[in-house]
Nanobody
């Protein structure tokens, strides 16, 4: 079965780091770009970070310089760490897997032509 299971959400103090993981099954994980989106109620969904098959990463400007996305092809897992968090990092975070022929620039578009599947979302709240 195809499944993307995100974990690691919760309450984070401003200035601290958030770390999310996503376990992927049902895909040949190493063949796909994978990434993270986030969404705040009332706002458009935002691409956050993506890592392609060659382990090259792409970051949104909002998190660039304070985030790291990584993948473990042996464990079929994807990880995102965002440092120095602010209230603006509060959102539901979704892990995604791109279609086989989609690099990160395509995955960032977030369309059904680019994204093969979405995780269920995990809430991150940055608050003191």
């Amino acid at each position: 079965d195809v499944q993307l299971q995100a974990s690691g959400g919760g309450l984070v103090q401003p200035g601290k780091s958030l770390r999310l993981s996503c376990a992927v099954s049902g895909f040949t994980f190493a063949d796909h770009s994978v990434g993270w989106f986030r969404q705040v109620p009332g706002k458009e969904r935002e691409a956050v970070a993506c890592i392609n098959r060659g382990a090259s990463a792409l970051y949104a400007d909002s998190v660039k310089g304070r985030s790291t996305i990584s993948r473990d092809n042996a464990k079929n897992t994807l990880t995102l760490q965002v440092n120095n968090t602010t209230h603006e990092d509060t959102a539901v975070y979704y892990c995604v897997i791109g279609h086989r022929n989609r690099g990160c620039l395509w995955v960032f578009r977030g369309t059904s032509q680019d994204i093969a599947d979405w995780g269920q979302g995990t809430q991150v709240t940055v608050s003191s």
